[in-house]
């Protein structure tokens, strides 16, 4: 009977919701369900788009000189 206690499926632990990113890349933390690191890919992304929108605010008060 002992045996039997660790047979079973394994719960996946749900996403915990995290305040810090852009609320538009929470689905990347997904990826951890397929074996990825979620929480890096999103911080990956989120770098991204930071520096993207530094990069285009940047762009707009170049042209509004």
């Known amino acids: ?3 039997l206690c660790g047979c079973g499926s394994q719960k996946e632990e749900p ?3 995290t305040t810090t990113g852009w ?3 929470k689905a990347v ?3 951890r369900m397929v074996g990825y690191d979620g929480k ?3 911080g990956a992304v989120d770098k ?3 520096k ?3 990069r285009n605010k940047e762009l707009e008060n170049v042209t509004k000189e």
């Open 40 to 42: 890096q890919m999103r």
């Open 15 to 17: 996403l915990k919701d």
């Open 23 to 25: 609320p538009d890349t």
């Open 29 to 31: 933390e997904a990826a």
């Open 52 to 54: 993207t929108e530094k």
């Open 48 to 50: 991204a788009l930071d």
């Open 1 to 3: 009977m002992m045996a």
